[in-house]
C-alpha cells in the first residue's frame, strides 16, 4: 500500500497522509497547506481513486476502504 501511496502526485498525497495518518480534519490541512478546503477534498477524492483502481478488488481493498470510512467521518467536524 504505501507504494501506491507514493505514486500520488505531491501535494495529494501530502494531503491524503495528513488526513488519515495524521487524522487532521479537513480544514486543519487546508490551514497547513495552505489551500481552501474544498481543494482538500478534490485532492481526497483523487487519492481514494487512485487506491481504488490500483488495489483493484479483494479483501485489501475492502479492508483499507472500511478503516477509510470510519475516520471520514470525523474529518468533516
Same mark, same amino acid.
Given at each position: 500500500? +504505501?507504494? /501506491?501511496?507514493? $505514486? ?6 501530502? /494531503? *491524503? =497522509?495528513?488526513?488519515? *495518518? ?17 481543494? /482538500? +477534498?478534490?485532492? $481526497? ?5 487512485? =487506491?481504488? =483502481? +490500483? #488495489?483493484?478488488?479483494?479483501?485489501? #481493498?475492502?479492508? /483499507? *476502504?472500511? =478503516? #477509510? ?9
Amino acid at each position: 500500500m +504505501e507504494q /501506491v501511496i507514493d $505514486m500520488l502526485p505531491k501535494q495529494c498525497r501530502k /494531503v *491524503f =497522509l495528513l488526513s488519515r *495518518f495524521e487524522n487532521k480534519k479537513y480544514h486543519q490541512i487546508a490551514e497547513e497547506c495552505g489551500i481552501s478546503p474544498k481543494t /482538500v +477534498e478534490i485532492h $481526497m477524492s483523487k487519492a481514494l481513486r487512485h =487506491l481504488r =483502481l +490500483e #488495489l483493484n478488488g479483494g479483501w485489501l #481493498l475492502a479492508t /483499507v *476502504f472500511c =478503516l #477509510l470510512s470510519i475516520q471520514t467521518n470525523a474529518l468533516y467536524y
